[in-house]
């Protein structure tokens, strides 16, 4: 590991921890584990996503399910908000220059999800994003299991 932010920057540490604090708090522990996890696959975080796939074991989602996380569209293990919300992940981490998150997505979304739930859902997405950069700038290694 290159630097234990926790440590060292213990305040700005503290700050990540609050967002995952309220989002952990406001969107669904299995939809929650299912954004963290798809986020961390995109986003090629080893420590985030060996973290979010034991936290989703422990949560009751089948192996299987998580398997099909790389390939939640075509599984008919998710819901259609499920879905949704995958989505929205994919194009919230891969955000494109040109067009940020397409109104399909974004409509898509809206439909399974009150505006409530939508403004978690996006501060979900955004907090394992920033866990993502945080892990994979310092080089956190996942825990040899």
């Given at each position: 590991?290159r630097?234990?932010?926790?440590?060292?920057?213990a305040?700005?540490y503290?700050a990540?921890?609050?967002?995952e604090?309220?989002?952990?708090?406001?969107?669904?522990?299995?939809?929650y584990?299912?954004?963290?996890?798809r986020?961390?696959?995109?986003n090629?975080?080893?420590?985030?996503?060996?973290?979010h796939?034991?936290?989703?074991?422990?949560?009751?989602?089948?192996t299987a399910?998580l398997f099909?996380?790389a390939?939640?569209n075509?599984?008919?293990?998710?819901?259609?908000?499920?879905?949704?919300?995958l989505?929205?992940?994919d194009e919230?981490?891969?955000?494109?220059?040109?067009?940020?998150?397409?109104?399909e997505v974004?409509n898509?979304?809206a439909?399974?999800f009150?505006?409530?739930?939508l403004?978690?859902l996006?501060?979900?997405?955004?907090?394992?994003?920033?866990?993502?950069?945080?892990?994979?700038?310092?080089?956190?290694?996942?825990p040899?299991?």
């Amino acid at each position: 590991m290159r630097m234990n932010l926790g440590q060292t920057h213990a305040k700005g540490y503290a700050a990540v921890l609050g967002m995952e604090k309220y989002a952990s708090s406001n969107v669904p522990k299995e939809l929650y584990e299912l954004v963290k996890l798809r986020a961390s696959i995109l986003n090629g975080c080893s420590f985030c996503t060996d973290m979010h796939s034991h936290d989703a074991m422990e949560a009751g989602i089948s192996t299987a399910k998580l398997f099909a996380v790389a390939a939640y569209n075509d599984s008919p293990l998710f819901s259609d908000a499920e879905r949704a919300a995958l989505r929205l992940t994919d194009e919230v981490t891969r955000l494109d220059p040109a067009t940020g998150v397409t109104d399909e997505v974004w409509n898509a979304a809206a439909e399974e999800f009150s505006e409530e739930e939508l403004g978690n859902l996006i501060f979900a997405i955004a907090t394992i994003n920033v866990w993502n950069r945080i892990a994979i700038t310092t080089r956190i290694e996942p825990p040899v299991r």
